[in-house]
Nanobody, 124 residues
Framework: QVQLIESGGGLVQAGGSLRLSCAAS??????MAWFRQAPGKEREFVAA????????YLADSVKGRFTISRDSAKSTVYLQMNSLKPEDTAVYYC???????????????????WGKGTLVTVTI
C-alpha cells in the first residue's frame, strides 16, 4: 500500500521558518513534489525533485526562500521554508509521480499519489 505521510506544519510568524517532511512507503517514485492550496484557491505547484538526479524545481513565488531535498535512505522528501510570508498560508500536500517526465512546473494531474496534507499558517 502506497502512503505519503506529511509532517511539520504549524503556526509561524512572518519571517520565520518551517521544515515539512514527507515519508513515502509502498513503492519508489521518479518525482516527488509539494503542492499547496490556500482557502478559496486552486492547488498550486510549489517544488519538485527528481529522485535519481536530485534536480530540483521551484515555483517562482518561492524561489530564494524554499528548498526541496530528499533522503533516499529514509524515503523522505523535505521542504525547507524560510522567510515565510502570510501568503504562504495553505495546506501543503506531498505528491509523487511514478514515471519520469520532462518539465519543471507540474500540475496536479501529473502526479499519481497524494498525501493528506499539512496546514501551514503564517501570521503577521
Amino acid at each position: 500500500q502506497v502512503q505519503l505521510i506529511e509532517s511539520g506544519g504549524g503556526l509561524v510568524q512572518a519571517g520565520g521558518s518551517l521544515r515539512l517532511s514527507c515519508a513515502a512507503s509502498g513503492r519508489t517514485f521518479s518525482i516527488m513534489a509539494w503542492f499547496r492550496q490556500a482557502p478559496g484557491k486552486e492547488r498550486e505547484f510549489v517544488a519538485a525533485i527528481r529522485w535519481t538526479s536530485t534536480n530540483t524545481y521551484l515555483a517562482d513565488s518561492v524561489k530564494g526562500r524554499f528548498t526541496i531535498s530528499r533522503d533516499s535512505a529514509k524515503s523522505t522528501v523535505y521542504l525547507q521554508m524560510n522567510s515565510l510570508k502570510p501568503e504562504d498560508t495553505a495546506v501543503y500536500y506531498c505528491a509523487a509521480r511514478i514515471t519520469n517526465t520532462y518539465g519543471s512546473n507540474w500540475h496536479t494531474s501529473d502526479m499519481d499519489y497524494w498525501g493528506k496534507g499539512t496546514l501551514v499558517t503564517v501570521t503577521i
